[in-house]
């Protein structure tokens, strides 16, 4: 059967939806926002800050990223299977919620087993970190399929994305915030002083989160099965994506454009203290700029009409700014870090333009094809964590055979690991990316979008 909102016939799936409808489902990936946003940020610096070595935090984070990875697929089938796209959400963040104050809140097998040895708190930060990822992921597959199962309307489709875009920014915005009074009013001597911070940091984040899951709850009606006039009633299976040139287009620039984000997310905080030299506060002040600056793009965005060509364009333009960006990266000098956040600014614009298009060329992939999207979500979302996973413990593996920034001359900067991570990865997904999405046809996956964004 094909998954619609009860609105009662096709004419009211393909008319644009009002702003309450758009806000309560932006709202319903809150939860998920603020624990990535603290996951990428902060963990690794987190893991490495209680000692242990940068080798065991990657893996810590990639028995995540695998969790996480294997879990979306699982729940992009069964949700195609038996729908119930709030149920999948709503046992998810309940999840997230249990799981993620232990990720960050101290080794609990530890305390179990009576032994804090490296290789006990390896094992189990990585098992919450496991539990937790996959609450996440079912929440997140559930909620991404939803938007093509709320309405047929393709431009609404594009609302609904960058209005759940802007939302992720509202959520980084409110987790680097909770950071930076916590950071400021608590100091870090002893590793219970770090531990207590962020688990301090976890437990406001949660709570925060789980508000905005009530409201999308209550809010948003649960897509139910309904009968299309002219379509088919057949589950659209796995090979019927296998054979469309754009599902490989689409699955990759997804990939690289995740890539990018999850990377530099991830090596911002070690980058700001270790080789610009920047006070810890930085550690918060750097990402709330990049995700200011995202959200404010991303509102203008829900005000613009598409087609498949503007999304392109729009797609290079945060290309060419990351590539600039990574450039900057590369050779900005510790003396002269304040350029960072003019920096900072740069990335955030190209974090937005990058992430509302691809997401919404996932929408022209599916069209009205949409008694298969949970396996299309679940499948791009499962090569998203499995390549940042990979990428990440790579990056981190050999972070300890990085030079020493200790005597590098201050006006040239010193080329670590950390830099050399965060200047080129990003910019290298985001200039292949470019030339991937310049090969997509997506003219004849989706007419003009000419109606107005929110009625």
Same mark, same amino acid.
């Given at each position: 059967?094909?998954?619609?909102?009860?609105?009662?016939?096709?004419?009211?799936?393909?008319?644009?939806?009002?702003?309450?409808?758009?806000?309560?489902?932006?709202?319903?990936?809150?939860?998920?926002?603020?624990?990535?946003?603290?996951?990428?940020?902060?963990?690794?610096?987190?893991?490495?800050?209680?000692?242990?070595?940068?080798?065991?935090?990657?893996?810590?984070?990639?028995?995540?990223?695998?969790?996480?990875?294997?879990?979306?697929?699982?729940?992009?089938?069964?949700?195609?299977?038996?729908?119930?796209?709030?149920?999948?959400?709503?046992?998810?963040?309940?999840?997230?919620?249990?799981?993620?104050?232990?990720?960050?809140?101290?080794?609990?097998? !530890?305390?179990?087993?009576?032994?804090?040895?490296?290789?006990?708190?390896?094992?189990?930060?990585?098992?919450?970190?496991?539990?937790?990822?996959?609450?996440?992921?079912?929440?997140?597959?559930?909620?991404?399929?939803?938007?093509? !199962?709320?309405?047929?309307?393709?431009?609404?489709?594009?609302?609904?994305?960058?209005?759940?875009?802007?939302?992720?920014?509202?959520?980084?915005?409110?987790?680097?915030?909770?950071?930076?009074?916590?950071?400021?009013?608590?100091?870090?001597?002893?590793?219970?002083?770090?531990?207590?911070?962020?688990?301090?940091?976890?437990?406001?984040?949660?709570?925060?989160?789980?508000?905005?899951?009530?409201?999308?709850?209550?809010?948003?009606?649960?897509?139910?099965?309904?009968?299309?006039?002219?379509?088919?009633?057949?589950?659209?299976?796995?090979?019927?994506?296998?054979?469309?040139?754009?599902?490989?287009?689409?699955?990759?620039?997804?990939?690289?454009?995740?890539?990018?984000?999850?990377?530099?997310?991830?090596?911002?905080?070690?980058?700001?203290?270790?080789?610009?030299?920047?006070?810890?506060?930085?550690?918060?002040?750097?990402?709330?700029?990049?995700?200011? !600056?995202?959200?404010?793009?991303?509102?203008?965005?829900?005000?613009?009409?598409?087609?498949?060509?503007?999304?392109?364009?729009?797609?290079?333009?945060?290309?060419?700014?990351?590539?600039?960006?990574?450039?900057?990266?590369?050779?900005?000098?510790?003396?002269?870090?304040?350029?960072?956040?003019?920096?900072?600014?740069?990335?955030?614009?190209?974090?937005?333009?990058?992430?509302?298009?691809?997401?919404?060329?996932?929408?022209?992939?599916?069209?009205?094809?949409?008694?298969?999207?949970?396996?299309?979500?679940?499948?791009?979302?499962?090569?998203?964590?499995?390549?940042?996973?990979?990428?990440?413990?790579?990056?981190?593996?050999?972070?300890?055979?990085?030079?020493?920034?200790?005597?590098?001359?201050?006006?040239?900067?010193?080329?670590?690991?950390?830099?050399?991570?965060?200047?080129?990865?990003?910019?290298?997904?985001?200039?292949?990316?470019?030339?991937?999405?310049?090969?997509?046809?997506?003219?004849?996956?989706?007419?003009?979008?000419?109606?107005?964004?929110?009625?």
């Amino acid at each position: 059967m094909v998954l619609l909102s009860a609105t009662g016939d096709e004419e009211s799936c393909t008319k644009p939806l009002g702003r309450s409808s758009v806000f309560y489902y932006g709202v319903g990936h809150m939860l998920n926002d603020i624990t990535s946003a603290c996951w990428f940020t902060y963990l690794l610096v987190f893991l490495t800050d209680i000692g242990l070595s940068p080798r065991d935090a990657a893996i810590v984070m990639l028995s995540g990223q695998v969790a996480d990875a294997f879990t979306t697929i699982f729940a992009g089938e069964l949700i195609d299977r038996f729908g119930h796209f709030k149920i999948w959400h709503a046992a998810g963040s309940i999840l997230v919620a249990v799981s993620f104050s232990s990720v960050f809140g101290g080794c609990l097998p !530890c305390k179990i087993f009576g032994t804090n040895s490296l290789a006990m708190q390896t094992v189990g930060y990585s098992i919450f970190s496991a539990i937790f990822n996959v609450g996440w992921a079912a929440a997140q597959v559930s909620h991404m399929s939803m938007v093509n !199962c709320i309405t047929l309307n393709p431009t609404s489709r594009v609302v609904l994305t960058s209005c759940r875009n802007a939302f992720t920014m509202v959520a980084n915005l409110s987790l680097y915030a909770v950071a930076l009074a916590i950071f400021s009013v608590s100091k870090s001597r002893t590793h219970i002083d770090i531990e207590n911070q962020y688990r301090w940091i976890a437990y406001l984040s949660i709570f925060l989160g789980c508000c905005f899951v009530v409201i999308f709850l209550f809010g948003t009606k649960e897509p139910r099965k309904q009968e299309i006039p002219g379509k088919g009633h057949q589950r659209i299976s796995w090979a019927y994506w296998f054979k469309k040139v754009l599902y490989y287009q689409v699955a990759l620039v997804y990939m690289l454009t995740r890539l990018v984000t999850n990377v530099s997310q991830a090596l911002l905080a070690f980058y700001v203290i270790n080789d610009l030299q920047m006070g810890q506060s930085s550690k918060a002040v750097v990402p709330a700029i990049i995700y200011i !600056c995202s959200f404010v793009v991303s509102v203008i965005l829900q005000e613009m009409t598409w087609t498949g060509q503007r999304l392109k364009i729009f797609f290079t333009a945060g290309s060419v700014l990351w590539i600039f960006s990574g450039a900057g990266i590369l050779i900005l000098p510790k003396s002269m870090h304040n350029i960072m956040y003019l920096i900072s600014i740069a990335i955030g614009v190209a974090n937005a333009l990058m992430t509302v298009t691809c997401i919404s060329m996932q929408s022209f992939l599916v069209g009205e094809d949409i008694d298969g999207c949970g396996i299309v979500y679940g499948a791009l979302s499962f090569l998203d964590k499995i390549s940042c996973g990979i990428a990440l413990y790579v990056l981190e593996s050999y972070q300890d055979s990085s030079s020493s920034l200790q005597g590098c001359h201050s006006i040239t900067g010193c080329l670590s690991l950390t830099r050399y991570g965060l200047g080129l990865v990003p910019a290298c997904c985001a200039f292949i990316g470019v030339i991937v999405t310049y090969t997509m046809d997506l003219q004849t996956t989706s007419k003009i979008l000419i109606e107005p964004l929110l009625a």
